[in-house]
């Protein structure tokens, strides 16, 4: 579940919806996000545009790139392109050769380069720095004090 303290933020900064929408649920269903995560929750009721900012780096609104953009196109490049395993999705555009990547299958988020981050990522040295998607938020949007 989504901590108190990420919903407050976002309710604070007029992004919280309490509704979801069919459209977002069905977006997040094609790519395999199942709709009863802490990202589901996070993606159907948060927005505030194409994209969020903070921490000097943008992350999409998920659901909005899926319905607005070819992210289905860009899943697979980035799982070709940087040999990624299938279980990662990308949450924001690999800018600066620096992005996050968000594990379907564990909940995790990992922070991932270019050069010798993605060289100890594919031996098994480098693992995902924030162990939930919620603990990721809660970072990104600097609310863990």
Same mark, same amino acid.
Request: hydrophobic share 40%.
């Given at each position: 579940?989504?901590?108190?303290?990420?919903?407050?933020?976002?309710k604070?900064?007029?992004?919280?919806?309490? &509704?979801?929408?069919?459209?977002y649920?069905?977006?997040?269903?094609?790519?395999g996000i199942?709709?009863?995560t802490d990202?589901?929750?996070?993606? @159907?009721?948060?927005? !505030?545009g194409?994209?969020?900012y903070?921490?000097?780096?943008?992350?999409?609104?998920?659901?909005?790139?899926?319905l607005?953009t070819?992210?289905?196109?860009?899943? !697979?490049?980035?799982h070709?392109a940087?040999? @990624?395993?299938k279980?990662?999705?990308?949450? !924001?555009?690999f800018?600066?050769?620096?992005?996050?990547?968000?594990?379907r299958?564990? !909940? &995790?988020?990992?922070g991932?380069? @270019?050069?010798?981050?993605?060289?100890?990522f594919?031996e098994?040295?480098?693992?995902p720095q924030?162990?939930?998607f919620n603990e990721?938020? &809660?970072?990104?949007?600097d609310?863990?004090?």
């Amino acid at each position: 579940m989504l901590s108190a303290k990420v919903i407050e933020y976002c309710k604070n900064k007029d992004w919280w919806f309490e &509704e979801s929408t069919k459209e977002y649920e069905q977006a997040l269903l094609t790519i395999g996000i199942d709709l009863h995560t802490d990202i589901a929750a996070f993606y @159907l009721h948060a927005e !505030d545009g194409p994209t969020f900012y903070n921490r000097q780096h943008p992350i999409y609104q998920l659901c909005w790139f899926i319905l607005h953009t070819d992210y289905n196109l860009y899943l !697979d490049s980035a799982h070709q392109a940087l040999a @990624l395993p299938k279980a990662y999705i990308p949450l !924001d555009s690999f800018e600066g050769e620096y992005g996050y990547f968000y594990n379907r299958e564990t !909940d &995790e988020v990992l922070g991932l380069g @270019l050069g010798q981050p993605m060289k100890e990522f594919a031996e098994g040295r480098l693992k995902p720095q924030w162990s939930t998607f919620n603990e990721f938020l &809660e970072w990104y949007f600097d609310v863990t004090a």
